[in-house]
């Protein structure tokens, strides 16, 4: 069965955010990426003023349930609205799951990024549904 978590979006400010949550809900990060560390594909150059800010970091909550995050900018940048800066992520056991969710919600919403192979080795997809809820769907086999 699918989990489901909340994935938080920041204006520059994730990092400071996340210690915070840290410092209530206690735990570590299990991963914390920067701009910087994204590879660097068809000759892509990661804006300067980007490379320090959060690219994604977690923070598990409980068994089930682990709070997500990173700091927008570039293309993302400009539909960045406080109060709304949040998507649900759902964690696919399987990438049938996934495939299966993902259509199923995307459907007469807008697909942002196709579900597809990513450089952190997730199966990972992006959309607005048609009641214009944020969604993100990833399945990795390696983490099963």
């Known amino acids: 069965m699918a989990t489901v978590n909340v994935y938080l979006t920041f204006n520059g400010n994730c990092e400071e955010a996340f210690l915070f949550y840290k410092s209530v809900f206690g735990g570590e990060f299990p991963y914390l990426g920067r701009f910087k560390d994204m590879p660097q594909e068809g000759g892509n150059k990661a804006d300067p003023a980007l490379a320090e800010k959060i690219m994604h970091i977690s923070l598990p909550i409980s068994k089930e349930t682990c709070l997500m995050g990173s700091d927008t900018g570039g293309e993302w940048a400009a539909s960045f609205k406080e109060g709304n800066n949040f998507s ?57």
């Open 88 to 144: 649900i992520s759902i964690n696919a056991d399987t990438k049938e799951e996934a495939d299966r969710l993902f259509n199923g919600l995307s459907a007469g919403g807008k697909v942002t990024m196709p579900m597809d192979q990513t450089f952190w080795g997730d199966y990972f997809g992006m959309w607005q549904d048609k009641f214009g809820i944020n969604w993100m769907m990833s399945f990795n086999e390696n983490q099963k």
